[in-house]
Nanobody, 126 residues
Framework: QVQLVESGGGLVQPGGSLRLSCAAS????????MSWYRQAPGKERELVAT????????NYADSVKGRFTISRDNAANTVYLQMNSQKPADTAVYYC???????????????????WGQGTQVTVSS
């Protein structure tokens, strides 16, 4: 059974920092790209950051570039999100996602497999 368990959320003051962790089990972690999403009350879930399987490439939402850093430790089956210089607009439930594309045959369309964690609340407030 695949499980993604986020931790590290909480209350932080504006300008502060938090580090989220997402521990994965039940899957070949190094075969999955990993992402962090967030969803604020009344808003759609949005992509925050993505990291490729070996960690060689990352992408960020414009709203967090220069402040957030995604990283992964494949030996520990864990992905992290370091959040610095936090703003009230960063308040949301943060989710991690594991995603993999496989190709059943050469001319087949890719099959997407993904899993989500249960989320962890981050509140930025004074």
């Amino acid at each position: 059974q695949v499980q993604l368990v986020e931790s590290g959320g909480g209350l932080v003051q504006p300008g502060g920092s938090l580090r989220l962790s997402c521990a994965a089990s039940g899957l070949t972690f190094s075969s999955y790209s990993m992402s962090w999403y967030r969803q604020a009350p009344g808003k759609e879930r949005e992509l925050v950051a993505t990291i490729t399987t070996a960690g060689g490439s990352t992408n960020y939402a414009d709203s967090v570039k220069g402040r957030f850093t995604i990283s992964r430790d494949n030996a520990a089956n864990t992905v992290y999100l370091q959040m610095n210089s936090q703003k009230p607009a960063d308040t949301a439930v943060y989710y991690c996602r594991a995603e993999r594309l496989t190709y059943p045959c050469i001319e087949c369309r890719p099959v997407r497999t993904d899993y989500w964690g249960q989320g962890t609340q981050v509140t930025v407030s004074s």
